[in-house]
């Protein structure tokens, strides 16, 4: 019976208890050979602790006689390097560390955390080290000096391993609090707590009893402050070789697949069907411009199949909630000045986002900057883990980045669609409207509800960047359902580009809910010498009657007509419950819209 480890990055106990692993071990003689001392970030909940539990096991000297049992059948057990189980290890994990209250709370939270994990060091080794390591609860830095007296005295080498080390300070930050960022300065500023903690970690490297040093985190901004006391690991977060050194390949998971269906009994027309639901919502990262393919989040990966496993069906919620409070990444771009621009750009793969290089250094004077270029916002919304890296590269040479795929996408929708309506009551009329929509194909109480409560928020400001994208995406965020759809934005048709496509899951199909392929088009006051209470005054076919109206909808009739066609060729005739629709908007002050079929418009 196959077992995934969701949510275990325990390295024994997935090797021992026989649960479903992905080797990647064949890196270890890469990362000896690379530097000893190394840094490497990925986006939250992408695999990093178990990559350091694998560490761990490989170099404890206390797991030697379990080498063949933990590492025999794997890459690096077939050829060892000499280092294996030579050290002594000590593992920190800076998630845990309590990022509320004030500073001298933050000082005894990580002091209690460090102390913690030392004091399970001196267990592990007191049958190994004759020197008596001394915890003193006050100071874990004293304690750290401690162990490396006791590592040096036994003539033995220390592999410090640091997780999530950004995690609590990121937290501080960007926790809302306009006390934040003075909060966080004092962790990393001067002898801020953390700064000396990492110095302390410099003195150890420089022949004071650390000899090897992996850190894991998300954003390289806390190593950016910390600089001036901590400056020698090697970032190898962006190298070729250790693209995969997190994820799943999509043969892995398909072969997985296999096996989850042979226990399963399931027909092979199934498994298909459930691979495809994990590409579309899992797959597409990737963290070197020029890797393919790309690669699947192992956290979510894992979600899908546990759930699939245990039984037979995928489940209704695609979204892992571990992964919903990233939200808050794209919250905290959005509410930077023309940061809103970006969050909105990202959502338009017809124009993505570029720019010539990411920003692997940039720190808390740059985070507090009133305005931020479109470098520094796109290179936080990669570590993030909301955009990720694609092959494509522009004619002047700059990187593109897209949205992974349609789990990050909700998250997008999701923050959006709280900022457009904030409020409750306002929510519940859309839900009541869309899922009438959902099982009608009535476009106009949503084209009502959009004109009526989203068109209104829109000021002055916002008009300087209004296009069809803008008022599409007030469209995707009513829309968006990943529980009964699989939405896709700009769906790639024959090398053209639709603008919204709602295709009922498989899973869904036996219930009431209809097809939906949309085309958005836009068309400028200015276009037509009119003013905003002009157009509202106008009765729909009036609106309709306006050349530049017509024109834009003649356009997007010819559009539909070739998309539908090829949607028809794909799935087949009687597959699809297919509804087609052209929405104009004229201004930000009314929208009409018309239904394409076969014949033409109705």
């Known amino acids: 019976?196959?077992?995934?480890?969701?949510g275990d990055a325990d390295f024994y106990s997935i090797i021992t208890e026989n649960y479903f692993f992905v080797d990647r071990t064949d890196k270890i003689r890469l990362i000896e050979d690379m530097s000893k001392k190394l840094l490497f970030l990925r986006p939250r909940r992408f695999g990093k602790s178990l990559w350091l539990s694998i560490l761990e096991n490989y170099y404890d000297i206390r797991k030697e006689d379990e080498f063949e049992r933990l590492f025999g059948h794997l890459a690096i057990g077939q050829n060892p390097t000499p280092l294996h189980n030579q050290y002594l290890v000590l593992k920190w994990n800076f998630s845990g560390v309590d990022s509320s209250g004030d500073e001298r709370d933050l000082h005894r939270s990580l002091h209690?955390?460090?102390?913690?994990y030392i004091e399970i060091f001196k267990a592990r080794y007191r049958n190994i080290l004759d020197y008596e390591i001394i915890l003193d609860p006050h100071d874990a830095l004293r304690s750290l000096r401690s162990v490396l007296a006791a590592a040096q005295t036994a003539n033995l080498k220390l592999y410090l391993l640091i997780d999530e080390y950004d995690n609590f300070a990121n937290e501080v930050l960007m926790g809302g609090d306009p006390s934040c960022p003075q909060r966080y300065e004092k962790l990393v500023r001067g002898e801020g707590i953390l700064k000396t903690v990492f110095k302390v970690i410099k003195e150890g490297l420089e022949g004071q009893g650390?000899?090897?040093?992996?850190?894991?985190?998300?954003?390289?901004l806390v190593m950016s402050d910390i600089t001036s006391g901590f400056n020698v690991a090697k970032n190898i977060s962006l190298w070729p070789q250790f693209n995969d050194l997190c994820g799943f390949w999509e043969t892995e998971v398909a072969d997985a697949m296999v096996q989850v269906g042979e226990q399963c009994q399931l027909p092979p027309e199934k498994m298909q069907e459930a691979l495809t639901i994990m590409r579309t919502f899992y797959d597409g990262y990737s963290f070197y411009y020029e890797a393919k393919p790309n690669l699947y989040n192992s956290t979510l990966a894992l979600y899908f199949l546990d759930y699939l496993v245990q039984n037979c069906h995928y489940p209704r919620q695609i979204l892992d909630s571990n992964l919903s409070m990233d939200s808050n990444k794209i919250a905290y771009i959005a509410q930077l000045p023309q940061g809103k621009q970006v969050v909105e750009q990202a959502l338009n793969e017809a124009n993505p986002l570029t720019i010539f290089q990411l920003k692997d250094?940039?720190?808390?004077?740059?985070?507090?900057?009133?305005?931020?270029?479109?470098t520094f916002m796109v290179s936080l919304l990669y570590y993030f883990g909301v955009i990720t890296l694609t092959t494509e590269q522009t004619s002047s040479n700059k990187l593109t980045f897209r949205i992974p795929?349609?789990?990050i996408r909700k998250l997008y929708m999701e923050r959006i669609h709280k900022m457009i309506l904030p409020d409750f009551l306002s929510r519940q009329e859309a839900d009541r409207i869309v899922e009438n929509f959902y099982q009608t194909g009535e476009m106009?109480?949503?084209?009502?509800?959009?004109?009526?409560?989203?068109?209104?928020?829109?000021?002055?400001?916002?008009l300087r960047w209004t296009n069809e994208l803008t008022f599409k995406t007030l469209f995707l965020t009513l829309?968006?359902?990943?529980?009964?759809?699989?939405?896709?934005?700009?769906?790639?048709?024959q090398r053209k580009y639709g603008d919204l496509i709602m295709l009922v899951r498989p899973d869904s199909r036996k219930f009431q809910l209809l097809d939906f392929l949309i085309e958005f088009k836009y068309v400028p006051l200015g276009k037509n010498n009119l003013t905003g209470e002009q157009v509202k005054g106008m009765s729909q076919q009036e609106l309709l009657s306006l050349e530049s109206v017509k024109a834009r909808l003649a356009e997007a009739k010819k559009q539909l007509t070739s998309y539908r066609t090829t949607l028809t060729q794909v799935y087949g005739t009687g597959y699809l419950r297919l509804r087609t629709y052209t929405v104009v908007s004229v201004g930000y002050d009314r929208l009409v819209w018309q239904e394409v079929k076969r014949e033409g418009i109705v």
């Not at 106009?444 to 916002?462: E, G, H, S, T």
């Open 1 to 6: 019976m196959i077992k995934f480890p969701y």
């Open 210 to 220: 650390i000899d090897r040093l992996f850190i894991t985190g998300v954003s390289p």
């Open 479 to 493: 829309l968006f359902n990943d529980t009964v759809y699989i939405m896709d934005s700009e769906p790639a048709l």
């Open 112 to 116: 209690n955390q460090l102390n913690g």
């Open 361 to 374: 250094q940039f720190g808390l004077k740059e985070m507090l900057q009133q305005r931020h270029d479109q």
């Open 405 to 407: 795929n349609l789990v």
């Open 444 to 462: 106009q109480p949503l084209c009502d509800y959009v004109m009526r409560k989203q068109f209104a928020i829109f000021d002055n400001r916002d």
